[in-house]
C-alpha cells in the first residue's frame, strides 16, 4: 500500500510539476506529460519495472476518449464519413503498410517479418492527435476531421492485423496461433485469457462478435433511459458517475470477451448514444477520468523509454524514428492532394499523423508473444515507436509555423471598386456589425459596409445586403466609402489593435465625425477613447446587463425595480470609465496600477451606496 502511494504521488507531482510549464511556454499538454515520464523514469528512475503494467491500465483512456468523440457524432455524420474511411484511411494504411515492408525487406528482414513492421509503423496514435487536436481547436477543421477519419481507420484495422500476426509465424505456426488465442487479450491489456469465442468454430465465433455489437446497439437505443430515470429516482450525484463508468467499462470488457478492441466497442456506443438526452451528462462524468487516464497514459510511454537502447545505436534509432516520420508524412501529403486538403489543412493532416502511435505497442508485444519478432528488434521498435510520438508535439508546432508563414505568405485580394456612398460606414460585419447595419437600413437610411473576409461578403450578397470587400483600416478604401462626407463611422473589427488604428485615423482625417465603436473589453474602451471614439459599446456588457436584470427580477425584486438598478449601474459605469480613463497608463497593466486600484475601489463603494438607497424602500417594508 504505502509502495502504491508513493508511485501515484510521483506520477501526480510529475504531471502538476510539468504539464502546466509546458502548456504556459506553448508546447501543450501531451509534451509535458511525456517529459514528464521521462524524468521520473530514465532521468531519475524514480519509477521502473511498473510502469508497462500501469502502461495497460492507463490505455483505458483511449478507450474513454473514443467513447467521448463518439457521443459528439450523430450516426448520420459517421455515415457521411465512410468515403474518408474507406478511401483516405484505407489508402494510408495500405501504401504505409507496403513501404514499410518493402524497405525492411530491402534491409534484409524476412517478408513475415517485414509485414509485421508494416503494420506496426502504419498507425498513428489516436490518444496524442486527438488530445492536441482538441486542445488547439482544429478538430472541426477539414484537416482535423480527415485525420480523425484515419485514425478511427486505423483503430478498426488493429483488429484483423491481431488475427493475420499468429499467421506470419513461419516457425512453430500452430503453436503460435494456440499461444495468440490466450494470450491475445492480456497483448491489449485485457484481464487474463477469458473469452467467449476462444473454442468456437469460425461461423460461430462471428454469430458471438456480431450480437455483441447488436447487444451494445440495442441496449444503447432502448435501455439507457430507463436506466437513467431509475437512477434519477435515487437522487444520488454519484450513481450518475457510476453508471457513466459502468456502461464505459461494461462495453470494453463485452468486447473484449469477444476479441475486438474495447476502443471501437465505446466508440460505437457513443455514436448511439450522441442523440440522448443523457449525452451531456455522461460527458461530464466520464470527462475528468479520460484527462487523467490519458494523462497517465503520456507518463508511462515517457518512463518506458529505453535509453539504453538508444544509447547503443542512436544512429540507427533516431535515423529509423525521423526516417519513419519522413515517409509517413509523404504518404500523408500525397493523400492529401488527392483528396483537395489545401494550405494549412494539408500540413495539418499531414504533420498530425506522422508517428507511430500507441496501438504499436499491442501489435509489437503480440508479435513478440506470436514468435513473429525478435525481442532485440522488438526492443528497437518500441523505442522508435516512443520517440515518434514524443516528437508529435515538435511537429503540431511546426504545422504552427507553417499554418502563419502560409496565412502571411498569400497574395493579397484585390479589394471590390466600392461605387456607393452613404451617411453611415459600418466596418466589420461580423456579428456585431449585422446587427447595427440591419437595423440602420431598416429605418431608411444607406449604409457602406467594409470587411476583410471574403467569405462574409459573399454570404451577405446571399441574404440581399451588399457589402464591399477590403481592408477597412486602409486609407484609400476608407475614402472611397465616402469618409470624407460620412455623418458616422462605426468600427465593428474583431481585431482591436486594428479597430483603434482605424478610430485614430478617423479622426485625424474628420475632426467632426461621430464615431461609434465596438470594445473587447474595458482596456480596449480606454485605448478607443484616447484614439478618439465618441460612443464606445463593450461587446458582451449590454447582454450581460441584462441577464443581471434577469437575475434581480427572480430572487425578489419588481420588474420596476430591478429596471432602476440596472438603469443606475449602467450610469454608473459610463461615468467610471471616463474617470478611470484619467489614470489609466497604457504602459502599466491595470492589476498594478496603484491609482487605477484605488479609484476602481472608491468607484465600487459608490456604486454599492447608490444601489442600496435605491432599494431602501424595499428593504424598510421587508
Request: charge should be negative.
Amino acid at each position: 500500500m504505502e509502495h502504491f502511494l508513493l508511485q501515484a504521488s510521483i506520477y501526480l507531482a510529475a504531471a502538476v510539476i510539468a504539464v502546466p510549464i509546458a502548456s504556459r511556454l506553448g508546447f501543450g499538454s501531451v509534451l509535458g506529460y511525456l517529459a514528464a515520464g521521462i524524468v521520473i523514469g530514465p532521468a531519475l528512475g524514480l519509477v521502473g519495472a511498473d510502469t508497462e503494467e500501469l502502461q495497460h491500465f492507463a490505455e483505458f483512456g483511449v478507450v474513454m476518449m473514443l467513447f467521448l468523440i463518439g457521443l459528439e457524432l450523430e450516426p448520420r455524420a459517421l455515415w457521411n464519413m465512410r468515403h474518408k474511411l474507406l478511401g483516405l484511411g484505407g489508402l494510408q494504411i495500405a501504401i504505409t503498410m507496403a513501404l514499410v515492408a518493402g524497405g525492411a525487406m530491402a534491409a534484409g528482414l524476412a517478408w513475415n517479418v517485414a509485414i509485421a513492421l508494416g503494420m506496426i509503423f502504419a498507425l498513428s496514435s489516436t490518444a496524442i492527435v486527438l488530445q492536441t487536436l482538441s486542445e488547439k481547436g482544429l478538430i472541426q477543421t477539414a484537416g482535423g476531421r480527415s485525420a480523425f477519419s484515419v485514425l478511427l481507420m486505423q483503430d478498426i484495422a488493429v483488429i484483423p492485423m491481431l488475427a493475420l500476426l499468429p499467421l506470419l509465424a513461419l516457425q512453430g505456426a500452430a503453436g503460435g496461433a494456440e499461444h495468440a488465442s490466450v494470450e491475445h487479450g492480456e497483448a491489449l491489456g485485457h484481464a487474463g485469457g477469458m473469452s467467449l469465442v476462444a473454442d468456437l468454430p469460425g461461423w460461430a465465433s462471428t454469430l458471438v462478435t456480431l450480437g455483441a455489437v447488436g447487444a451494445i446497439i440495442l441496449t444503447g437505443v432502448y435501455a439507457t433511459r430507463p436506466v437513467f430515470r431509475f437512477i434519477h429516482a435515487a437522487r444520488l450525484r454519484e450513481m450518475y458517475t457510476a453508471l457513466a463508468l459502468l456502461i464505459v467499462v461494461g462495453i470494453a470488457s463485452l468486447m473484449t470477451l469477444v476479441g475486438l478492441s474495447p476502443a471501437l466497442g465505446t466508440f460505437l456506443a457513443g455514436v448511439v448514444l450522441a442523440n440522448s438526452e443523457f449525452r451531456h451528462e455522461l460527458e461530464s462524468d466520464i470527462e475528468p477520468f479520460k484527462g487523467l487516464l490519458l494523462g497517465l497514459f503520456f507518463i508511462t510511454v515517457g518512463a518506458g523509454i529505453n535509453f539504453e537502447v538508444l544509447l547503443g545505436a542512436p544512429a540507427l534509432i533516431l535515423g529509423l524514428t525521423l526516417g519513419l516520420i519522413v515517409l509517413k508524412g509523404a504518404v500523408l501529403y500525397g493523400l492529401g492532394l488527392a483528396f483537395r486538403l489545401k494550405g494549412r489543412e494539408q500540413w495539418l493532416f499531414t504533420l498530425s499523423l506522422a508517428q507511430a502511435g500507441e496501438f504499436g505497442f499491442v501489435l509489437t508485444s503480440f508479435s513478440v508473444q506470436t514468435g513473429v519478432l525478435e525481442r532485440t528488434l522488438s526492443q528497437q521498435v518500441l523505442l522508435v515507436i516512443a520517440l515518434s510520438m514524443l516528437a508529435t508535439p515538435l511537429l503540431f508546432l511546426l504545422h504552427d509555423w507553417l499554418a502563419k508563414r502560409h496565412a502571411e505568405g498569400r497574395e493579397p485580394v484585390e479589394p471590390d471598386e466600392i461605387d456607393e456612398s452613404g451617411p453611415v460606414i459600418i466596418a466589420g460585419i461580423g456579428r456585431f456589425g449585422q446587427i447595427v447595419n440591419r437595423l440602420v437600413q431598416s429605418t431608411g437610411y444607406n449604409t457602406v459596409v467594409l470587411d476583410h473576409d471574403m467569405k462574409t461578403i459573399q454570404l451577405m450578397r446571399r441574404f440581399g445586403f451588399k457589402g464591399f470587400f477590403g481592408d477597412p483600416t486602409r486609407p484609400e478604401l476608407l475614402h472611397a466609402a465616402g469618409l470624407k462626407n460620412a455623418k458616422v463611422l462605426v468600427a465593428a473589427l474583431d481585431d482591436p489593435e486594428a479597430s483603434t488604428r482605424l478610430v485614430a485615423y478617423a479622426r485625424r482625417e474628420r475632426p467632426d465625425l461621430h464615431i461609434i465603436a465596438r470594445a473587447r473589453d474595458r482596456t480596449h474602451v480606454f485605448h478607443l477613447y484616447r484614439a478618439g471614439a465618441n460612443d464606445i459599446v463593450r461587446e458582451m456588457f449590454d447582454g450581460s446587463l441584462r441577464a443581471g436584470r434577469y437575475v434581480l427580477e427572480n430572487i425578489g425584486l419588481t420588474e420596476f425595480e430591478a429596471a432602476e438598478a440596472e438603469k443606475t449601474f449602467y450610469r454608473h459605469d459610463r461615468e467610471a470609465v471616463r474617470e478611470l480613463a484619467k489614470v489609466w497608463d497604457p504602459d502599466i497593466p491595470p492589476s498594478e496600477n496603484e491609482a487605477y486600484i484605488a479609484r476602481a475601489r472608491e468607484l465600487e463603494r459608490d456604486l454599492e451606496t447608490q444601489l442600496t438607497e435605491l432599494l431602501e424602500p424595499k428593504q424598510d417594508v421587508a
